[in-house]
């Protein structure tokens, strides 16, 4: 079957935002390394080809965890942009879903899955081994020769070299002092020059070093010299042969060819079959021994023998015990303490054998799973990022890039965490899959709110929840209509506002808004907010007819009055079992208390200022006839 035009426009807007991405996230993995690797790669003078080795097979162990990154950046922001251009509506206009909209991209992570998957068990362990073994190389190479001025140089095997000056163009060192080490500090040579030039041999295994004009002091303390154990030698030349093998020696891939990171799959479980064989067999002896030390503690000696006609007989080791003499008993004690320790000391050697032994065990497990891990997080980051993107419809690198580091973050903690608590034995085999089991209730959870239309993560959505739930101050926006069908009823609000303001006091001195909340009654009884509900209705009544007022002084005043969120105070829910499920449950149930003493003090203020702006329309309606 023909690709239609929909899916290969909804690819290759994915396809090209995915390439960036996956080189993006790539060289910041990479980074990652390097940063880890500098100290090993300065000052060594390694080739650019040794250098391009390095990064490259970098580089492709970095491959199986830059995919999953690069998947959620790239989805979210291609659904981003869909969302932002109004091409997602066009499709689900044309009576598109959103799961066709991403059928094709879902194949293409289940494909991109499997080469993952090919990729970790085949080519990562090949190249992890070629890293480790290059790795190895470059840390046991020596660096390069670079003295520095003015500062002690100590990266020549048994040598301490100080030059206050160097000539850069020559490469002449002057006023050099050497401190000879081989031999130890016992027989500590020091060497004084003028000046030294230093070169290594063409085989760049050794180190001239070519002296002038100086001196040398040696201490020798060793038990077979004879005579004076300082000497003084005076020289206007002298060379020093000094093994420095600055050349880089690679290593093969073999030597490491039995480290975790370099196995498949099937030899991960061949290496765990031989290694629980092998542990269970030391166990084994380890539990035959014990048993056999245990049964060797008996009386010795002359006890014995004296004691020997009564092993036959059933008796008592304290009776036993306080027969015989006392310097028997002291000996008896010493011997048995001596071997309790020394068993202690063995039992613990043996069981950190082999806690270190399970410990091996459960990082093969840990490397196993990982593999499918790893692909299996590909399919979880396309169904995080590709709701989220229609969701917040925001494309571009601003708000995408934040949730993908967000997302990676909390990815990357779980899934070290878990694998942590697994290795050092805490967790069962679950902890190898603990990001796994985070996200991917999270993945189905948004892939139906975004099938669904859901304004989750809108910020209207967000700030009405914060209102609600904090009750943040609203403010009326009355402005005078240019066309008003009925004016107001003036005697009709003076009314009103006797009966707000009355109330407006009334309730400000009330029980309900200067105690604290009645737990039972918030959760259990109810609350009476009768009077409340009532002063607020009048408010709003006679706010809306004296909207309709054309003087501009009475709709500034009409602005002044608050708009009272009555549900503060009230029970949470509607339904009665949703009450009393929230205040059985006391933690849950103490945030709603709290939230009522908070709303029930903002009510009060509020209150206050009902009345006082109700006296204040109340004085100006008597200087002035409120215009109809």
Known sequence: MRPKRLDIFILRSFLLLFAAAFF?????????????????????????????????????????????????????????NFGERFELLAMKTAGISLLRIMRPLIIFCCCLAGMSFYFQNVVGPKASAKFSALGYSIMHKNPELEIPE?????????????????????????????????????????????????????????LYMHLYN??????????????????????????????????????G???????????????????????????????????????????????????????????????????????ASRATQVDVLSSMRSKIQGQQSELNIKGRSMFDQDKTIRKHWMQWMKKLSLSLSILIFFFIGAPLGAIIRKGGLGVPVIISVMTFILYYITQVSGEKMYREGEWSIVGCWLSTIVLAPLSVFLTAKANKDSTLFQMDVVTEFLRYWFGSRQKRNIVRKDVVIEDPDVNRCKGLLERIRANAVSLNSSVLLNRRPDYTGLFFSGVDTSSLESMNGEL??????????????????????????????????????????????????????????LFSRKIKRQTAEVSSVAERLTEYSKNKQIKG
């Open 253 to 323: 891939a073999g030597i490491m060819s039995s480290q975790v990171g370099s196995k498949n799959m099937s030899q991960i479980m061949h290496s765990i079959d031989s290694l629980s064989a092998l542990q269970d067999s030391i166990g084994v002896g380890n539990l035959a021994e014990y048993w056999q030390a245990m049964s060797t503690y008996r009386l010795s000696g002359a006890d014995s023998v004296k004691y020997s006609e009564m092993s036959s007989k059933v008796i008592s080791a304290d009776s036993v015990f306080a027969v």
């Open 150 to 206: 003015g500062v002690f140089y100590g990266l020549i095997p048994g040598y301490n070299m100080y030059a206050k000056h160097k000539n850069p163009e020559t490469g002449v060192l002057s006023n050099v002092i050497i401190y000879n080490l081989s031999k130890g500090y016992e027989n500590l040579t020091v060497i004084v020059s003028d000046s030294a030039m230093l070169e290594t041999t063409a085989d760049k295994q050794f």
């Open 540 to 597: 709003e009544e006679l706010v809306t007819d004296l909207g309709n007022s054309r003087d501009r002084v009475v709709l500034d005043i009409l602005n002044g009055f608050p708009i009272i969120q009555t549900y503060g105070v009230q029970s949470p829910f509607g339904k009665e079992w949703a009450n009393r499920l929230v205040g059985i449950v006391f933690p849950i149930g103490l945030l709603f208390y709290l939230r009522a003493w």
């Open 24 to 80: 993006i996230c790539l060289f910041v993995l990479l980074m990652n390394i390097l940063w880890r690797w500098v100290e090993d790669l300065v000052g060594k003078g390694f080739t650019l080809g040794v250098l391009a080795k390095f990064f490259y097979l970098s580089s492709v162990m970095l491959v199986p965890e830059a995919l999953p990154l690069g998947v959620l950046m790239a989805s979210l922001i291609t659904f981003g």
């Open 214 to 251: 100086g001196e040398q002091f040696s201490q020798d303390n060793d038990v077979d010299s004879k005579g004076q154990p300082y000497r003084r030698e005076s020289f206007r030349e002298k060379h020093i042969l000094v093994s420095f093998d600055s050349d880089f020696q690679e290593f």
